[in-house]
């Protein structure tokens, strides 16, 4: 039986085309795992990849051994992982990906209470507005929009996301209130830029009729690219905001924001928990999911983000 970190060298080589990417998935450096590799074709007789400057490229008999080993190997670590338990408790490093502000909003809350439970998990939180290679970058778990559906992940709606119009009373003190969603365009916008494109958002709403409306804005008040700092403008008192629920639901609870056209949202997609899909799954990815799904459950979260 050659030994489990030569085998993982190879599978994780073969599955990122280079020594230097398997080496961040493994924490391992680039030359322990050419090495780890090299002993392994050594034992077999065989080499297992053409290798250039720029690409690993398996052999006939790597792609033959790969396929012969890779799904029995994640089977062993899988079982592995799953008996890393310190007194029979779920326990290991927690490495989770999510968005900056929801994670410090609703994610980091549960962390007191799930380390009460799991004393000997150690989290390794991401807080990243970036996508993220769930697998290709080893994490056990991310919360958020717009991952790929890769091979090898599985996704759990954790609630549907809506966008209001918002703006802070002494913002709207002395104003009229708009009656429809032409009527924005004649108060102080704070437009969210796109950071992919460059281009500034538009505003569309839909009624709870099922018509839908796009308001054509003037030069705005100011733009961000980022909507924490939208809400904290619009907490200020600059202008009015459309942004998603999780942003404005703790101002809109407390009464320093006020929802405009209470009849008019936009259904911006689904907030999803994303980990691999394993038959299985490490104790520690396990029961993070569920205290995670749970507590979402019972906050009655998706409620809270739904306005119609």
Do not use: C
């Not at 297992?48 to 089977?75: D, V």
């Not at 119009?165 to 437009?191: C, K, N, S």
């Not at 929802?259 to 994303?274: I, K, N, S, T």
């Not at 205290?291 to 979260?301: D, H, I, Q, T, Y």
Request: zero cysteines; aromatic letters at 8%.
């Amino acid at each position: 039986m050659e030994p489990l970190n030569h085998l993982q060298s190879f599978v994780q080589s073969a599955e990122s085309g280079s020594f230097s990417a398997a080496a961040r998935r493994l924490g391992l450096t680039p030359a322990a795992v050419s090495k780890n590799v090299a002993r392994l074709e050594a034992r077999l007789g065989v080499r297992l990849f053409q290798r250039s400057t720029r690409r690993l490229t398996l052999t006939e008999g790597g792609e033959r051994f790969l396929g012969q080993i890779g799904g029995a190997l994640a089977t062993l670590q899988d079982a592995v992982a799953g008996l890393s338990q310190d007194d029979g408790q779920p326990a290991g490093t927690l490495k989770v990906s999510m968005g900056q502000a929801f994670g410090r909003e609703h994610v980091l809350p549960m962390m007191g209470d799930f380390l009460a439970r799991y004393p000997s998990i150690l989290p390794d939180w991401h807080f990243d507005n970036q996508q993220v290679d769930l697998v290709g970058e080893g994490f056990d778990a991310a919360i958020g929009g717009g991952i790929e559906l890769s091979p090898g992940v599985v996704a759990r709606e954790v609630a549907r996301i809506h966008v209001v119009a918002v703006a802070a009373p002494g913002y709207l003190a002395g104003r009229t209130l708009p009656a429809q969603p032409a009527e924005l365009a004649q108060l102080d916008a704070l437009l969210r830029r796109s950071s992919p494109t460059g281009r500034l958002r538009s505003w569309t709403l839909q009624h709870a009729s099922g018509d839908q409306a796009t308001v054509e804005l003037p030069r705005p008040r100011a733009i961000f690219n980022d909507p924490e700092a939208i809400a904290h403008a619009a907490l200020m008192g600059l202008g009015v905001a459309m942004l998603p629920m999780p942003f404005v639901e703790r101002g809109l609870r407390s009464g320093e924001l006020v929802r405009l056209l209470p009849e008019w949202h936009f259904d911006a997609g689904a907030v999803w928990l994303y980990y691999p899909s394993k038959k299985l799954l490490p104790a520690k990815t396990r029961v993070f999911i569920d205290f995670v799904l749970e507590r979402f459950r019972s906050e009655r979260f998706a409620q809270r983000m739904q306005v119609a």
